[in-house]
């Protein structure tokens, strides 16, 4: 995970740069006629940026020192050193599009302040975590 953590260090590096810049060009602009003319919005938004990047690369770069090195992570490793089983990967199921529908109609509810279809949306959502979360547990992939 060395590299994934590199490639995150650098946008945030390339973040650190950009983002005082972008607050100066747009607070520097005060030729609009107003009094406070700055972008609020797309700084705050390359600040909130930054953090989360920097949060990545704290993980990925804590983690890459603790774990053995990938065979795409060394100088030396072949392609045959990644050949086998790679993880579980599940099959289809339904449950995500009945969790998301739950909360399309509650944000929806929301919306339109519908409170009595937020109850409907969260008796939809206490169905649909569960089998989302027990699917593995009975049927045909039980464990």
């Not at 607070?27 to 609020?40: K, L, V, Y």
């Not at 009595?116 to 169905?127: D, P």
């Amino acid at each position: 995970m060395k590299i994934e953590a590199w490639i995150f260090g650098l946008t945030t590096i390339f973040l650190v740069l950009v983002s005082p810049a972008y607050w100066f060009i747009t607070d520097a602009g005060t030729q609009c006629g107003q009094e406070n003319c700055a972008d609020w919005t797309g700084t705050s938004a390359l600040v909130m940026t930054t953090l989360l990047c920097a949060m990545m690369t704290l993980y990925l770069g804590f983690h890459a020192k603790r774990m053995d090195a990938r065979p795409e992570d060394r100088k030396d490793g072949e392609i045959a050193d990644g050949a086998g089983e790679l993880g579980f990967f599940p099959p289809y199921s339904w449950w995500p599009l009945w969790c998301a529908a739950a909360l399309g109609v509650i944000v929806f509810a929301v919306a339109v302040l519908a409170w009595w279809l937020v109850i409907i949306g969260f008796v939809l959502g206490a169905l649909a975590v569960p089998g989302w979360i027990y699917e593995y547990y009975r049927g045909e992939y039980a464990h």
